[in-house]
T-cell receptor
Framework: DQQVKQNSPSLSVQEGRISILNCDYTNSMFDYFLWYKKYPAEGPTFLISISSIKDKNEDGRFTVFLNKSAKHLSLHIVPSQPGDSAVYFCAASGGYQKVTFGIGTKLQVIP | DTAVSQTPKYLVTQMGNDKSIKCEQNLGHDTMYWYKQDSKKFLKIMFSYNNKELIINETVPNRFSPKSPDKAHLNLHINSLELGDSAVYFC??????????????FGPGTRLTVL
């Protein structure tokens, strides 16, 4: 039962363009959402988060948008850089401590 | 300085063996976790400890036993290893009471292969 879905396993974007990574969730109890970034042979690292009381959160080149009615969130990276090439995990939580991760989307930024 | 470290990085073993994976964090965090990333790439929480006490215990076979000698360490012991245990295991830690809004810091992972 996938409560957090990342339907695009991979995405290729030209350097300098916008990368948009999408995530859908099914559990209405989720009220806190995170994006983690993972390079090969490393653990995931926290990138950005958003609470359900907001619909947008921005941190430098990274912006997360939340559409609660659609149970959808997206991560925008502008401008994309080759160093952004990694696997991006969407995650959500709604209960004490437990965080549910999506399967990840592999982003490749082409120089 | 490695914030969350795991040993070993790779572990290859035979079915039926018992093995342990060690995790240490030097961040002064109160909560530690074990996650399993299976062949389908799902990252699923297995256990969570807060100040050496078990907080989360997901549906995991009781062949898996976490042990927290102190709040900086959370080791994972696996008995009678099975083929399906092959996966990458990630340790993580977070600051306070393990609130779901706490950022989790992950170790580099341990790739376990059961033959």
């Amino acid at each position: 039962d996938q409560q957090v879905k990342q339907n695009s396993p991979s995405l290729s974007v030209q350097e300098g363009r916008i990368s948009i990574l999408n995530c859908d969730y099914t559990n209405s109890m989720f009220d806190y959402f995170l994006w983690y970034k993972k390079y090969p042979a490393e653990g995931p690292t926290f990138l950005i988060s958003i609470s359900s009381i907001k619909d947008k959160n921005e941190d430098g080149r990274f912006t997360v948008f939340l559409n609660k009615s659609a149970k959808h969130l997206s991560l925008h990276i502008v401008p994309s850089q080759p160093g952004d090439s990694a696997v991006y995990f969407c995650a959500a939580s709604g209960g004490y401590q437990k965080v549910t991760f999506g399967i990840g989307t592999k982003l490749q930024v082409i120089p | 300085d490695t914030a969350v470290s795991q040993t070993p990085k790779y572990l290859v073993t035979q079915m039926g063996n018992d093995k342990s994976i060690k995790c240490e964090q030097n961040l002064g965090h109160d909560t530690m976790y074990w996650y399993k990333q299976d062949s389908k790439k799902f990252l699923k929480i297995m256990f969570s400890y807060n100040n050496k006490e078990l907080i989360i215990n997901e549906t995991v076979p009781n062949r898996f036993s976490p042990k927290s000698p102190d709040k900086a360490h959370l080791n994972l012991h696996i008995n009678s290893l099975e083929l399906g245990d092959s996966a990458v295991y990630f340790c993580a830690s977070s600051q306070d009471s393990g609130s779901r809004t706490d950022t989790q810091y992950f170790g580099p992972g341990t790739r376990l292969t059961v033959l």
